[in-house]
């Protein structure tokens, strides 16, 4: 079964930062697009940022300039640092991924993580 496992939240002051991390596991051939999105109480989900498998970012613009979205294909592994965190960027981040299960899949599927907190003091 895939899985992808966030982790690197937590409590921080604003101005500070984080640096999250989503490892996917499991029978995973190939992924394409990965993304971050975040969900705050009352709120609803929204995409933060995506990566391509080549490389190519999107940003949220409430995070533009203060956000950043890296991947390492080899580790299956997409992170996103935070910097300049502020209030509203408390809520609950989430890794979505478009994996392919094996070689013989014939196409990709949507996989999400559990979430992990980040909360933003002022």
């Known amino acids: 079964q895939v899985q992808l496992v966030e982790s690197g939240g937590g409590l921080v002051q604003a101005g500070g930062s984080l640096r999250l991390s989503c490892a996917g596991s499991?029978?995973?051939?190939?992924?394409?697009?990965m993304y971050w999105y975040r969900q705050a109480p009352g709120k609803q989900r929204e995409l933060v940022a995506a990566?391509?498998?080549?490389?190519?970012?999107n940003y949220a613009d409430s995070v533009k300039g203060r956000f950043t979205i890296s991947r390492d294909n080899a580790k299956n592994t997409v992170y996103l640092q935070m910097n300049s965190l502020k209030p509203e960027d408390t809520a609950v981040y989430f890794c979505?991924?478009?994996?392919?299960?094996?070689?013989?899949?014939?196409?990709?599927?949507?996989?999400w993580g559990q979430g992990t907190q980040v909360t933003v003091s002022s």
């Open positions: 499991g029978s995973i051939f190939s992924i394409n697009t």
């Open positions: 990566i391509t498998r080549g490389g190519d970012r």
């Open positions: 979505n991924a478009d994996i392919l299960g094996s070689r013989w899949s014939g196409a990709f599927r949507s996989y």
